[in-house]
């Protein structure tokens, strides 16, 4: 199994920045992918970053330019630039095993408001 812990979300004003950061534990080397998604009350889940194991990334439109996904080993981050409004929402980190399956952790809470 894998187990992974959020940290270093937030209230921030808007145009501020944030650093979230994702520590993977257990059986971490069975890890392939990695990245972040969010939920804000009334919306769907959405992806906002993923990053392969070979560092290869994707991001959501709205984050494009703004956001940045890094990974060291077992660990992941997204520095968050130029915040928004709509931005707030629960982050989630989750990985993706060579096995394909999923595992996500409790999530941070990141607000961005004035």
């Known amino acids: 199994q894998v187990q992974l812990v959020e940290s270093g979300g937030g209230l921030v004003q808007p145009g501020g920045s944030l650093r979230l950061s994702c520590a993977a534990s257990g059986n971490i080397f069975s890890i392939n992918a990695m990245g972040w998604y969010r939920q804000a009350p009334g919306k769907q889940r959405e992806l906002v970053a993923h990053i392969s194991r070979g560092g290869s990334t994707n991001y959501a439109d709205p984050v494009k330019g703004r956001f940045t996904i890094s990974r060291d080993n077992a660990k992941v981050y997204l520095q968050m630039n130029s915040l928004k409004p709509e931005d707030t929402a629960v982050y989630y980190c989750?990985?993706?095993?060579?096995?394909?399956?999923?595992?996500w952790g409790q999530g941070t809470q990141v607000t961005v408001s004035s």
């Open positions: 989750y990985a993706v095993l060579y096995s394909g399956l999923n595992f």
